[in-house]
Every structure is written in structure tokens, then in C-alpha cells.
């Protein structure tokens, strides 16, 4: 009878762990939920960091364009008027001459080392936005490749991509405009501009 006692008595303990443990687990997933919904009412919105594999490819005269459309719902009537959406790309290379391509750098930038000068426009990674969506594409001399060749050792999808999205009434209740966030604010800025406060 002991063991029978002493074996409910365990299977009570363990019972009341596990529910212990499960309402724990529970208020986690709330309190990141109700965090990211705090993000989004105070107008501010980061993705993670995002790779893709379905560029597609378009050639106009001299050059060649290899383009991905990112769904963005965040990004509406009110963020194309007043807020800003900052798209930052980074990838992780072997060649020292494109390391500073390993910290996030913000977009529009030439996939080039310091030192070489570009032809207009190619080697270039520029981002558009229009309602519900970012569009980065990146251009090259022409080619008749499927995937351009990409220096320090990169393709297309070894880059990583991140958005940040700001409200107008973010920017204003924090006293700046989208130019002075766009135009001087350098990435870790940025992050704790939409970080906690």
C-alpha cells in the first residue's frame, strides 16, 4: 500500500511540475507576443535577418537586373507618407578586400572593395518600396548568366537581408524626420532607436 501511495504521490508532484512548467511556458509566449504587438502599436517593426533563393532576372541594354519582391504588410498608405523603411543587407565573405560587407550596410551600396569605381548603376544594390512591398534588386553589366558572379566569393543567396519600418508618428514622437534617421544614423543607432525603452 506504501508504494502505492508513494507512487501517486510522485505522479502528483511530476503532474503539478509539468502544469507549473506549461503555465510558465505559456506566459513567456505572451509576454513576446504582447511585446511584439507594443512594437507594432508604437510604430516600429525589424525583421529578422532573411536570405533568398528566388531572384529573377531581367535584362535591359547593358545591364542585367536579378530582382526579389519581399512581402511587407507593415508597410501601408502611412509609412509611403511621412514614415521611412530602411533595408540593410550583409553577407559573410573570405576576401578582406569586401569585409566591411559583413556589418549590416543600409541601401542603396555598390557590391564593390573601396578602392574600385563603378560603371553608373552596376554592381549595385538599391531597394524600392511601394505598399506591401520592398523590391531589392541588384545590377550588373549584362550577362547571360542565370546568377550573377559576385566578388569576395558571394552569390545572391548568401546575402542576408533585414527592413526596418518606421511610422510618421514614430519619427515625430521621438522629435526626427525620415532624412535624419536615413541620412546619419548608422545601424546600432537605429536598433536602439526601435529597441525597448
Do not use: H
Not at 12 to 22: N, W, Y
Amino acid at each position: 500500500m506504501k508504494k502505492w501511495i508513494t507512487l501517486l504521490a510522485v505522479s502528483a508532484m511530476v503532474t503539478a511540475c509539468s502544469k507549473q512548467e506549461l503555465s510558465n511556458n505559456t506566459l513567456q509566449d505572451e509576454s513576446q507576443r504582447s511585446s511584439a504587438m507594443r512594437s507594432s502599436q508604437e510604430g516600429a517593426y525589424v525583421s529578422e535577418w532573411e536570405q533568398y533563393n528566388d531572384w529573377s532576372k531581367t535584362n535591359e541594354g547593358d545591364k542585367s537586373r536579378f530582382s526579389v519582391v519581399r512581402k511587407t504588410p507593415e508597410i501601408n498608405a502611412g509609412i509611403t507618407n511621412g514614415g521611412l523603411v530602411l533595408t540593410y543587407a550583409k553577407v559573410a565573405v573570405t576576401d578582406p578586400r569586401y569585409a566591411s560587407f559583413a556589418n549590416p550596410t543600409l541601401m542603396p551600396f555598390y557590391y564593390l572593395p573601396d578602392a574600385e569605381r563603378p560603371y553608373p548603376y552596376t554592381y549595385y544594390f538599391s531597394d524600392a518600396v511601394s505598399e506591401g512591398n520592398v523590391i531589392i534588386t541588384y545590377s550588373v553589366p549584362f550577362t547571360k548568366e542565370a546568377m550573377p558572379l559576385m566578388g569576395g566569393g558571394a552569390s545572391l543567396q548568401s546575402f542576408q537581408f533585414q527592413y526596418v519600418v518606421l511610422t510618421g508618428a514614430f519619427l515625430d514622437s521621438r522629435g526626427l524626420d525620415p532624412q535624419t534617421v536615413r541620412n546619419y544614423y548608422t545601424y546600432d543607432q537605429v536598433m536602439n532607436l526601435v529597441g525597448p525603452q
